[in-house]
Each structure stands twice: as structure tokens, then as C-alpha cells.
């Protein structure tokens, strides 16, 4: 994953998922892990749901990470570069380099804006940008020099195809194409909604329908699907998805992970990875 950022010459990386628990932190280590072997300086930072508890990670030394005040253990081996005006609910983000290695908490910022502040301030003290993202805060990376990871587990679905389904859809919003000024084209102010969509269908049009960024995108699943075939989508600010990775095994269920791989790389057109088997599975 970390060759096919660098060979797309993106500075970032935003891993997102279908939902909870799919892999997400596991894909960031994976990819954290190949930069740190291959002697690049890292940053990392986070901007999930500002509610939920992130996963301690293994941050080895020199890496530069963003992290809530309240969040540092009380003696950090730790240097701080700086603090930042943006506010967090565990208190205002930092940015601090390790010195020793140990875990420590990521956090970020809750707005799209905040995280793209984040990625520009990363990329100036680090060679490779991880993010672990959300896919409403993605649109941090439109129109930049960022790559997506999507990653999709079998604790997001009950059935190995709706999982299939689900990040299908997802990648097709994520990767709409740019809109081409020389075409005649309607532009959408805000969200492209479901209902607008449908009426769109319903009069069969046939000019771009251009929107913001993907995010702007609020559909999903089989419908969402249909939709974009039938309607020629487009954006003011593109998004570069890479790849795809699995989590096979939830508590609930388990996907038999050769097949469930080979079923997102067939949906999606993306190389597909199975983190937890540290390997390419298709």
C-alpha cells in the first residue's frame, strides 16, 4: 500500500472503513510500519468520532504524531514541537515527535478544514502523512496530493456480499471523476441527496451532475450504486482511492478471507490486502 501511495506521488494517506471495527488501525499500522522499514520520517494524526476512545499505538522513535493534551501520558518521552489553536474534547491538539518508543493515543481535529490545517502541517515535518480517517472528513484531501485506503470487515455486515456491496459503493462515491468544464453540466449547491437523485433519473438526464467534492455524496449501498451508473456524476475536487483492505473474522462472524478478498478486489477494481495476513490477497 505504501509503494502504491509513493508511486501515485501522494505525500498523505487517509485510511477510512465501511464502519467499526473493520481494520482500520491494523491497515495504519501495516503501512506505518512499511515507512518506518523503508527509513522514511512519519506523521500520524486521527479524526474519528470525537466521542470514541482511539487504540493506543506502538509509535517508535522520531515519528511525529497529533495528539489531545489530556491524552499524553503523565511523563512523556516525548518531544513537543508545537501546539495548535484547534480544539479537541480531550483538550488542544499538540504535535510531538517520540523520543522514546511507547504508545500513545492519535487525535485530530472534527472538521474537514481542521484536518486538512493537520495534513499541511505533518507534510512539513514528516515525509509520509498516515491519517486515520472518517470518510465525512476525507474531503480534507480533495484536489490534494492525498491517497485512500478503504478497509472493510465482516463486523460491518451480516453477509459477506452486503460487506462487498457496502465498500463497492463507498469507492464509487469516493472516486467519482473530475468534472470537464468543456461539457454542459448541472451544479449541485451542498448535497447530492437520494430524492434529487432519483428525480434526476426519473427525467433521464444526461448533462454532468457535478458536486463539490465526493463527500458530497449522500447515498450509499446497492441504491447509491445504481445511481452513480446512471447519472454522470462528477466533481469540482477528486479523490484517489488505492486500495482495499479485509478483516475476515468479527466476533459475530467470519468471512472465508481468500474469497471475501478476491470478491472487494472484483467490486472494486482495487489491489486488495488482508492486513491481518500481512500479505496481498488479490
Not at 24 to 34: G, P, V
Not at 265 to 271: F, I
Request: proline share 6%; aromatic share 4%.
Amino acid at each position: 500500500m505504501l509503494e502504491l501511495a509513493r508511486g501515485a506521488n501522494a505525500r498523505s494517506i487517509f485510511v477510512v472503513g465501511i464502519g467499526r471495527d473493520v481494520g482500520k488501525t491494523t491497515t495504519l499500522r501495516a503501512i506505518y510500519d512499511a515507512a518506518c522499514a523503508g527509513s522514511l520520517s512519519v506523521g500520524l494524526a486521527s479524526c474519528g468520532i470525537a466521542s470514541s476512545r482511539k487504540p493506543q499505538l506502538w509509535l517508535k522513535p522520531e515519528t511525529v504524531f497529533v495528539t489531545a493534551r489530556d491524552a499524553l501520558p503523565r511523563t512523556p518521552a516525548v518531544e513537543i514541537l508545537r501546539l495548535s489553536p484547534l480544539p479537541t474534547a480531550g483538550g488542544r491538539l499538540l504535535y510531538a515527535r517520540v523520543a522514546a518508543a511507547g504508545k500513545y493515543e492519535l487525535a485530530g481535529p472534527p472538521t474537514a478544514s481542521g484536518v486538512s490545517e493537520v495534513v499541511d502541517d505533518l507534510c512539513e515535518l514528516s515525509e509520509m502523512v498516515i491519517i486515520d480517517g472518517a470518510v465525512d472528513r476525507v474531503a480534507a484531501l480533495a484536489g490534494a496530493k492525498g491517497a485512500i485506503v478503504v478497509a472493510c470487515g465482516a463486523a460491518a455486515a451480516k453477509t459477506m456480499p452486503e460487506a462487498v456491496d457496502e465498500i463497492s459503493s463507498l469507492v464509487a462515491r469516493l472516486s467519482i471523476p473530475p468534472y470537464d468544464p468543456a461539457e454542459p453540466a448541472i451544479q449541485v449547491d451542498g448535497a447530492l441527496t437520494a430524492s434529487s437523485a432519483a428525480a434526476l433519473i426519473a427525467a433521464r438526464e444526461r448533462r454532468q451532475i457535478v458536486v463539490r467534492d465526493p463527500t458530497q455524496i449522500a447515498f450509499s449501498g446497492k441504491a447509491g450504486s445504481r445511481a452513480l451508473e446512471r447519472l454522470r456524476v462528477r466533481c469540482h475536487r477528486p479523490l484517489r482511492v488505492i486500495a482495499a483492505t479485509i478483516a475476515s473474522t468479527a466476533p459475530e462472524r467470519t468471512f472465508e478471507p481468500r474469497a471475501f478478498a478476491r470478491a472487494v478486489a472484483d467490486a472494486t477494481g482495487l489491489p486488495t490486502f488482508d492486513v491481518y495476513a500481512s500479505a496481498r490477497a488479490a
